[in-house]
């Protein structure tokens, strides 16, 4: 039986948990999420982490509130492996979704699978998914964007 807040799975299987938590949504209101600002923020902390186990617990949500100062993990998953990637600090607060676009300095990183919730109260996990498990390089004060898929 799943656990109605969390929802385990291994790097290999985060695609496959973000479209159960898809097929989830009211059908009457397919699309609740309209326009909504972009989050922005700044890299301060670069990661070298690779792993192919680790397992996540997506929660259920499929938002989350970032506000302004919080510091947040970004991790990949492609399918078959992951990566911890970087920190970075929130500048301009507002809602990430499942589905968002991240940019990381100038290069387009992925979508937002889900959020795992594995260190709080010390930060949060933003699961991006991937389509190569080679990431472009980060480097510290890259500018962070969350933003709505076009």
């Known amino acids: 039986m799943t656990d109605k807040k969390k929802q385990s799975c291994s790097c290999a299987e985060a695609e496959c948990k973000e479209s159960q938590t898809e097929a989830r949504i009211d059908p009457v209101t397919p699309?609740?999420?309209?326009?909504?600002?972009?989050?922005?923020g700044e890299v301060v902390t670069v990661l070298h982490a690779r792993f192919d186990r680790r397992i996540?617990?997506?929660?259920?949500?499929?938002?989350?509130?970032?506000?302004?100062?919080e510091i947040h993990e970004f991790m990949t998953v492609d399918g078959k492996e992951g990566s911890a990637i970087a920190f970075f600090?929130?500048?301009?607060?507002?809602?990430?979704?499942?589905?968002?676009?991240?940019?990381?300095?100038?290069?387009?990183?992925?979508?937002i699978a889900g959020f795992d919730?594995?260190?709080?109260?010390?930060?949060?996990?933003?699961?991006?998914?991937?389509?190569?498990?080679?990431?472009?390089?980060?480097?510290?004060?890259?500018?962070?964007i969350i933003q709505r898929s076009r």
């Open 89 to 111: 600090e929130v500048k301009r607060g507002g809602v990430a979704v499942v589905g968002d676009e991240v940019t990381i300095g100038d290069k387009a990183i992925g979508k």
């Open 56 to 69: 996540l617990n997506l929660v259920e949500a499929r938002s989350r509130a970032l506000l302004q100062n």
């Open 31 to 40: 699309k609740i999420y309209g326009e909504g600002r972009p989050v922005t």
């Open 117 to 144: 919730m594995n260190h709080m109260p010390n930060h949060m996990n933003i699961v991006i998914k991937t389509k190569t498990s080679r990431m472009p390089p980060t480097s510290l004060r890259d500018k962070v």
